[in-house]
T-cell receptor, first 116, second 110 residues
Framework: DSGVTQTPKHLITATGQRVTLRCSPR?????VYWYQQSLDQGLQFLIQ???????AKGNILERFSAQQFPDLHSELNLSSLELGDSALYFC???????????????FGSGTRLTVV | GQNIDQPTEMTATEGAIVQINCTYQTSGFNGLFWYQQHAGEAPTFLSYNVLDGLEEKGRFSSFLSRSKGYSYLLLKELQMKDSASYLCAAASGGSYIPTFGRGTSLIVHP
């Protein structure tokens, strides 16, 4: 157990629908990062939140949005789903001190989204 | 933008040594990460290099040359459980968010 909790582990939904993925960071970590991993694209950075505020954006589609709550858990909302959105979605967290980068970013076990 | 290149696939024999190379092109370099990922599982952190040189952690070592935009991961005394994808990732700019390469799939055979 990495300490980063993601739910649900698996999700199957139809095109056009909306889903919410949830992530609880490791205790003490203030930053949450969302990544998408598909077979042909590798791990793609979507968005980062730090202590409740959006800090950085990557290749996140307008149909996707995220937020981080006061208790530091984060949710990734995916709407108007398309077949191409089928992927593994990972959440990672990191400590607030950059010196802790020597311990890396800790990933959750991911949510496997299948859009049919 | 950033560009990270690593071989798609490598094979090696149990007990041997393998070196996985990674080249990167990025501005404002902030460090180079290596992660291991077994199929369908979360990436797990192996190493972070920000200064030139070799860092050793047990059977795994990581090397960085900032001037050459080059890193490698060295795995010694290979075990079957080392069969996995190895992801190289570079952090750059004002953030330390790693941009990942597509990964190198390592197959260890008896």
């Amino acid at each position: 157990d990495s300490g980063v909790t993601q739910t649900p582990k698996h999700l199957i939904t139809a095109t056009g629908q909306r889903v919410t993925l949830r992530c609880s960071p490791r205790s003490g970590d203030l930053s949450v990062y969302w990544y998408q991993q598909s077979l042909d694209q590798g791990l793609q950075f979507l968005i980062q939140y730090y202590n409740g505020e959006e800090r950085a954006k990557g290749n996140i589609l307008e149909r996707f949005s995220a937020q981080q709550f006061p208790d530091l858990h984060s949710e990734l909302n995916l709407s108007s789903l398309e077949l191409g959105d089928s992927a593994l979605y990972f959440c990672a967290s990191s400590a607030p001190d950059r010196a802790d980068l020597n311990y890396g970013y800790t990933f959750g076990s991911g949510t496997r989204l299948t859009v049919v | 933008g950033q560009n990270i290149d690593q071989p798609t696939e490598m094979t090696a024999t149990e007990g041997a040594i393998v070196q996985i190379n990674c080249t990167y092109q990025t501005s404002g370099f902030n460090g180079l990460f290596w992660y291991q990922q077994h199929a369908g599982e979360a990436p797990t952190f192996l190493s972070y290099n920000v200064l030139d040189g070799l860092e050793e952690k047990g059977r795994f070592s990581s090397f960085l040359s900032r001037s050459k935009g080059y890193s490698y991961l060295l795995l010694k005394e290979l075990q079957m459980k080392d069969s996995a994808s190895y992801l190289c990732a570079a952090a750059s700019g004002g953030s330390y968010i790693p941009t990942f390469g597509r990964g190198t799939s390592l197959i260890v055979h008896p």
